[in-house]
């Protein structure tokens, strides 16, 4: 534990959000639970000073993932987890993305061009520096207000209500 401690100390004094996640797994293995999540959110913050976007999401979200199982709340944790920056249509189109829809499913589901969605799609995934739907999903999952919709919606009724809006030809 001592040498964990250690090299988690030698991360922060870095600045270094690859040895805070390496950090952060020494603790988890270790048991430290709580030293886990925090490492991972402080390495959430230092990817993002750094304009990772991508490691910093996957880091936030690995602290509050272990933060949630535990019933954990640290001031590191809550810091790291800022909510994701959805607009209200990206938040639909993801939800509908997480319910296994292909992009012309959504379109036509939200009455929309597959072009559409897929410029949704690709301005999402250079927001939050990832590359996959998969990625996108995971990111979701740790939201907080994407969870309880989840949970509401159930495994098999994650579709939004159709629109009353006509169809176009």
């Avoid at 040895?19 to 993002?48: K, M, N, S, T």
């Avoid at 509401?152 to 159709?162: A, K, N, Q, T, V």
Wanted: glycine share 8%; hydrophobic share 40%.
């Amino acid at each position: 534990m001592a040498a964990a401690v250690a090299d988690h100390a030698c991360a922060l004094a870095k600045h270094d959000g690859a040895l805070l996640d390496a950090a952060a797994g020494r603790f988890a293995d270790l048991g430290a639970l709580a030293l886990a999540a925090d490492a991972w959110a402080q390495a959430a913050g230092e990817h993002g000073r750094r304009g990772d976007r991508g490691k910093k999401f996957e880091s936030s979200t690995r602290a509050h993932a272990l933060a949630s199982h535990c019933e954990l709340h640290t001031p590191a944790v809550e810091s790291a987890a800022r909510p994701l920056p959805f607009s209200g249509r990206e938040r639909q189109i993801v939800m509908l993305v997480a319910a296994g829809l292909s992009n012309r499913q959504i379109a036509d589901e939200l009455v929309i061009s597959v072009r559409t969605v897929e410029g949704h799609l690709y301005r999402l995934f250079a927001k939050l520096g990832i590359n996959t739907r998969e990625q996108l999903i995971c990111l979701m999952r740790r939201e907080p207000s994407m969870r309880s919709e989840l949970s509401r919606r159930g495994d098999e009724s994650l579709r939004y209500e159709r629109h009353d809006h006509p169809r176009t030809g």
